[in-house]
């Protein structure tokens, strides 16, 4: 199972410009796998606040997070919505849920075990790669033609 959850984290993390909502709906378990990593920038063991939560959610979606068409505000209102991340009646103090609300439980365990953003990246670099070899056979095949 752990494979099919990094394969998943795998196909959305090469995406560019998904909406959460259109993600929820249209392919569940990228929209868990991605919910389930971003909730792993929140701290478990200690509480944070709403302004660290909002920076540790900027810097997920700069990196690991790029591929989602949303902001920090935005991201953490899902997270808290889901169950993924709560926060006191007072909206002080943020925590990742411990553990995980059961849809997203096995996402957020495979991914807490492997360095996500690293996969992220080397997914992204893959297809560059891809891209750049396609690209090159194609002109290569233009210039061939008279």
Known sequence: MADDI???????????????AALMHSRHEEFAVALAAASLAIPASAASTERDV??????????????????????????????????????REYRRAAPAPAAYSEAATALAAVDAGRIAVEAREALARTRAERRALHEARASDRP
């Open 54 to 91: 909002n920076r540790r959610l900027g810097d997920w979606l700069a990196g690991p997070g790029a591929m989602l068409a949303t902001d920090h505000v935005e991201l953490r209102r899902w997270l808290v919505d889901l169950g993924l991340v709560v926060r006191d009646d007072w909206g």
């Open 6 to 20: 990094l394969g998943a984290w795998r196909r959305v993390a090469v995406k560019r410009g998904v909406g959460l």
